[in-house]
């Protein structure tokens, strides 16, 4: 059996520590209700995919809605600790 390898030096290096860091986890857990909020909106849209909408389903969707509405008005009137100091 014949291996084949690149015999190319890879053209960007990746680098070494490949965790985030703690800004960029900071900044997912900031987020991270308005993530939430979109996955729970979007599961009540794909329980309509194979199925007509009740009157539940038309509620659920709403309550979601606003939910992400919430999180993201939320997200947005958060002071950052930075502009504070």
Same mark, same amino acid.
């Given at each position: 059996?014949?291996?084949i390898v690149a015999r190319?030096?890879?053209v960007t290096v990746r680098p070494a520590d490949l965790e985030p860091? #703690? &800004?960029e986890l900071a900044a997912i857990e900031l987020e991270m209700?308005?993530?939430t909020a979109e996955v729970e909106l979007? #599961? &009540?849209l794909i329980a309509?995919?194979?199925r007509p909408a009740s009157e539940f389903d038309a509620r659920?969707?709403?309550r979601a809605h606003n939910r992400v509405l919430a999180a993201r008005r939320d997200l947005a009137n958060r002071?950052?600790?930075k502009e504070a100091a």
């Open positions: 059996m014949k291996f190319q030096k890879p860091t #703690d &800004a209700p308005v993530v979007l #599961d &009540a309509l995919l194979d659920r969707i709403r002071q950052d600790p």
